[in-house]
Nanobody, 127 residues
Framework: QVRLDESGGGMVQSGGSQVLACEAS????????IGWFRQGPGKEREFVAA????????????AVKDRFTISRDNPLPSAVDTTYLQMNNLKCEDTAIYYC????????????????WGQGTQVAASS
């Protein structure tokens, strides 16, 4: 079994930066991809970014590319597996609960491909 725990959320001013972390524990050798999704107030959940093991494949949504960077610390399959989301130049519309999710497949922006989800962490960007 795999567990995901997000951290790093909070309030930030527009234009500022924030880093989210997603720590995977349990049977982490089975995880291929870690993705970040978000759900803003009154909005549908949307894809943000995803990364494969060894950072070989990375995907971003159009809304965040050039501002957000996803990276993954996974030196050994059976050791640490932490994925980071560096968020720069935050905008009010980035305000959302951010979830990390694990998939056994290659990176995709389809939420249904991700079988394990964290509890989420709130990010609030204000002007």
């Amino acid at each position: 079994q795999v567990r995901l725990d997000e951290s790093g959320g909070g309030m930030v001013q527009s234009g500022g930066s924030q880093v989210l972390a997603c720590e995977a524990s349990g049977n982490i050798a089975s995880i291929s991809t870690i993705g970040w999704f978000r759900q803003g107030p009154g909005k549908e959940r949307e894809f943000v970014a995803a990364i494969s093991r060894k950072e070989k494949v990375v995907k971003y949504s159009d809304a965040v590319k050039d501002r957000f960077t996803i990276s993954r610390d996974n030196p050994l399959p059976s050791a640490v597996d932490t994925t980071y989301l560096q968020m720069n130049n935050l905008k009010c519309e980035d305000t959302a609960i951010y979830y990390c999710a694990a998939s056994f497949f290659s990176p995709t922006d389809t939420a249904d491909s991700y079988r394990i989800w964290g509890q989420g962490t709130q990010v609030a960007a204000s002007s």
